[in-house]
């Protein structure tokens, strides 16, 4: 593919973009790998109505607006929405490391891709899940696993974003918001919710460890169950 020249101001990051956290301290050592080397990776665009969006890249568009630049090296696609966002996960995946719930939130946009394109509204689960499985060459399961992170809630994912979360603690919560193991719709229950987002800030507290925050939430479905 032919790599080009753009101004910056003509491209936008994509609103969807599932990734919502760029760590500052990284983007201000890329941005000043940029100004002493330049940049090293052109990103990828696609044509919008009125400029171009991001496919891949963003942090690198990020860090290049920080170094001072007016233009950027990058590569036009020629891509739909899936394909943008099949794209833009499977970069997300070996280059840029996003955390789990992350993951998650993409895994879950290109299921409901998956949806519209079948016209099946009723796709879930497994079912879901294989499909975007076989798009990022990702086992089922892991997808499915990732995909329930997504409904957590926003408390929750802010502890994940800095790391004081790990993927273990992070099912064991999301396990709290799910009448049904095939499920990955989450039940509307505000005190589970609160709950959810009580026990992590335990965790991060070092008020729980990992095999206490198992036991209560075991011992809250077990409750509920009976």
């Known amino acids: 593919m032919q790599v080009v020249t753009l101004p910056l101001s003509a491209i936008r990051p994509n609103p969807e973009q599932h990734r919502q956290y760029f760590d500052p301290l990284r983007l201000r050592e890329l941005a000043e790998s940029i100004k002493r080397e330049g940049l090293q990776q052109p990103i990828t665009v696609r044509r919008t109505g009125n400029g171009f969006e991001i496919v891949t890249g963003e942090r690198r568009y990020r860090a290049s607006k920080l170094a001072g630049l007016a233009n950027i090296e990058a590569i036009v696609a020629e891509l739909d929405e899936v394909g943008a966002k099949v ?16 993951e998650g939130r993409g895994f879950r946009d290109l299921a409901v891709l998956a949806r519209t ?8 689960g497994l079912a879901a899940a294989e499909i975007v499985a076989a798009q990022v060459h990702k086992g089922a399961p892991y997808v499915f696993g990732r995909i329930r992170l997504a409904s957590l809630p926003v408390t929750v ?18 396990s709290l918001l799910f009448k049904q193991t095939a499920c990955v719709t989450p039940e509307v229950n505000e005190e589970r919710r609160q709950l959810c987002c009580y026990l992590a800030a335990q965790r991060v507290k070092g008020k729980l460890t990992t095999e206490g925050l198992k036991a209560r939430v075991t011992a809250e479905l077990n409750g509920k169950a009976g």
């Open 87 to 102: 794209a833009e996960i499977s970069t997300n995946l070996h280059n840029d490391k996003p955390n789990p719930i992350e």
């Open 157 to 174: 994912t802010e502890f994940a974003q800095v790391g004081a979360l790990g993927v273990t603690e992070l099912d064991l919560l999301a």
């Open 117 to 124: 394109a079948k016209a099946e509204v009723h796709l879930e």
